[in-house]
């Protein structure tokens, strides 16, 4: 297995940000296997997402109907709202896996692979990408 640990900033708002670009130059030198994306963070997920055309947006916006950010959680520290930054990993996992073949990510047309942290507590996070030849 090969691995790897990249930063993302994130800011401090929340955020869909897209490391496609990221996970393809780490397998650009690999044949067949298997990407295994990690977040190792509490209050972030990954998803398989269109990006672009409003969707992280949309996803965004899900996510603050589903978890708001209000003072109602019993998770209270950090700012307003952040104990439903420590449920998001519930719904959006901090990890994906994908295949690889010949050295490209087999994802589909539209599809992107994105970090999701609406923690604005903690503007950089590490995303480790891990690869298992076949």
């Given amino acids: ?9 994130t800011g401090s708002s929340p955020v869909v ?7 393809g130059r780490f397998v650009e030198s690999e044949g067949d ?9 509490a209050t972030a997920g990954l ?6 055309a409003g969707s992280d947006t949309d996803l965004l916006a899900a996510i603050n109907e589903l978890l708001p950010a209000e003072d ?9 709202g952040h104990g439903r930054d420590h449920v998001l990993p519930a719904w959006i996992a901090p990890y994906a896996s994908l295949p690889v073949i010949g050295g490209r990510i087999a ?11 609406t923690n604005g507590d903690n503007p950089t996070r590490t995303v480790r990408f891990s690869f298992l030849p076949a």
């Fill in 72 to 80: 109602r959680w019993r998770h209270r520290h950090g700012s307003t």
């Fill in 33 to 41: 296997g298997l990407l295994h994306v990690f977040v190792p963070h």
């Fill in 17 to 23: 940000r897209d490391i496609t670009a990221e996970a």
């Fill in 47 to 52: 998803a398989i997402i269109e990006t672009g």
């Fill in 1 to 9: 297995m090969r691995t790897e640990v990249i930063t993302v900033r």
């Fill in 107 to 117: 994802l589909g047309t539209w599809q992107s692979i994105c970090l999701v942290d």
